[in-house]
């Protein structure tokens, strides 16, 4: 299964809202999407999974929607250090990663 | 604490191996579904293999039939023995914890260990 997010880049101010979209080449259910946050130089860390449960600590301004091929991930108000690449992850095959989107400060 | 640290990453030349290691530490390796990720130079990220609590294993067909995941729950670590490296394989290795469901992400991961094949 092919993960395609989008926006590649997405360019906000903090405060603002974000939101970004994960299409998926065949049908993922639901159960079997999750969503990382990537810093520059860091591990990956686990924001959502089975498309829409906030992984542990993780802020409520962290949301997920979606089923089938079209999964979103949005966060409501930009804080400085959401600022990062986000990638979707899929299980309901041979697990895939989509290519991420770098949300940057506008 | 619950931690992951990789090792075994270096330089090798193509066709060569290389065997990484992931140490657990704060909980029990074999009660879980464990994952290798690796990341190419300013890519994104790519599933590697996974280790079932069951112990079965899967892999990347980028990696299948030269990689080998494999667990030692007397020394609670996991492995990955890497042969014909070619230099797509260059990149940072990931350790992760699956979770005990698999199917829910990886919720811990170790800071990597960098493989380059020159």
């Known amino acids: 299964i092919v993960l395609t997010q989008s926006p590649g880049t997405l360019s906000l101010s903090p405060g603002e809202r974000a939101t970004l979209s994960c299409r998926a080449s065949?049908?993922?259910?639901?159960?079997?999407l999750v969503w990382y946050q990537q810093k520059s130089g860091q591990a990956p860390r686990l924001l959502i999974y089975?498309?829409?449960s906030r992984a542990t600590a993780i802020p409520d301004r962290f949301s997920g929607s979606g089923s089938g091929t079209d999964f979103t991930l949005t966060i409501s108000r930009l804080e400085p250090e959401d600022f990062a690449v986000y990638y979707c992850?899929?299980?309901?095959?041979?697990?895939?990663f989509g290519q991420g989107t770098k949300l940057e400060i506008k | 604490e619950v931690q992951l640290v990789e090792s075994g990453g270096g330089l090798v030349q193509p066709g060569g191996s290389l065997r990484l290691s992931c140490a657990v530490s704060?909980?029990?390796?074999?009660?879980?579904?464990m994952s290798w990720v690796r990341q190419a130079p300013g890519k994104g990220l790519e599933w590697v293999s996974v280790?079932?609590?069951?112990?079965?294993?899967y892999y990347a067909d980028s990696v299948k039939g030269r990689f080998t995941i494999s667990r030692d729950n007397s020394k609670n670590t996991l492995d990955l023995q890497m042969n014909s490296l070619r230099a797509e394989d260059t990149a940072v290795y990931y350790c992760?914890?699956?979770?005990?469901?698999?199917?829910?992400?990886?919720?811990?991961w170790g800071q990597g260990t960098t493989v380059t094949v020159s």
């Open positions: 992760a914890r699956e979770g005990r469901t698999y199917g829910n992400g990886m919720d811990v």
């Open positions: 704060g909980f029990t390796v074999s009660s879980y579904y």
């Open positions: 280790f079932y609590s069951d112990g079965r294993t």
């Open positions: 065949q049908s993922v259910g639901s159960s079997y």
């Open positions: 089975a498309a829409s």
């Open positions: 992850q899929q299980y309901e095959s041979s697990p895939s």
